[in-house]
């Protein structure tokens, strides 16, 4: 049973549309992670906050806009996707920042049509 | 030279065999190492953390050999279980992100 879950599982969108990945953590961590797992590529990071504060961008488009409530929410708002941005979105979630292992959610498998 | 590189397999092997993977690191600097598994579709979850020289935990035993840059999961007595994709992952030494390797498939067979 996995202490981060991510809503929804599944989604399908069209280019035009908005739309919001949620992720919450029940485990007291402090740091917070969207990676995107794409085929045949290693995961990529996205982005990180760390007490709710972002730390990291990783050069991710601006058509990808993440909020962090606070240290056990986070959201990746999504609009005007496009069909390569197709991957499976992982929330993370860590003790700490630095040198803590990670406990993923179960993901989000998007399609942009 | 990719940053941490793995043999993406797979490897077949039969229940009840030894089997080990290896992954390498381009970064001297990196201090932390970890290996996931990850069934397919599914999130990764963590197997084993490797912060000085090893780490065993029951049939599972990962080495870290600094001097080749190199961490190596070792698996005994395979089960139909065992059956993932292990992942890689290496700190980025001072810019302390986690850089990932691609995954090494493993299938063990009845």
């Known amino acids: 049973e996995t202490g981060v879950t991510q809503t929804p599982r599944h989604l399908v969108m069209g280019m035009t549309n908005k739309k919001s990945l949620k992720c919450e953590q029940h485990l007291g961590h402090n740091a917070m992670y969207w990676y995107k797992q794409s085929a045949k590529k290693p995961l990529e990071l996205m982005f990180v906050?760390?007490?709710?504060?972002?730390?990291e961008n990783n050069s991710v488009p601006s058509r990808f806009s993440p909020e962090c409530p606070n240290s056990s929410h986070l959201f990746l708002h999504l609009h005007t996707l496009q069909p390569e941005d197709s991957a499976l979105y992982l929330c993370?979630?860590?003790?700490?920042?630095?040198?803590?292992?990670?406990?993923f959610g179960n993901g989000t498998r998007l399609t942009v049509t | 030279r990719k940053e941490v590189e793995q043999d993406p397999g797979p490897f077949n092997v039969p229940e009840g065999a030894t089997v080990a993977f290896n992954c390498t690191y381009s970064?001297?600097?990196?201090?932390?190492f970890f290996w996931y598994r990850q069934d397919c579709r599914k999130e990764p979850k963590l197997l084993m953390s490797v912060y000085s020289s090893g780490n065993e935990d029951g049939r599972f035993t990962a080495q870290l050999n600094r001097a080749s840059q190199y961490i190596s999961l070792l698996i005994r007595d395979s089960k139909l279980s065992d059956s993932a994709t292990y992942l890689c992952a290496a700190d980025a030494g001072n810019n302390r992100k986690l850089i990932w390797g691609l995954g090494t498939s493993l299938a063990v067979n009845p």
């Open positions: 906050y760390n007490f709710k504060e972002q730390t």
């Open positions: 970064n001297s600097a990196s201090q932390s």
């Open positions: 993370a979630s860590s003790e700490e920042e630095y040198n803590s292992p990670l406990h």
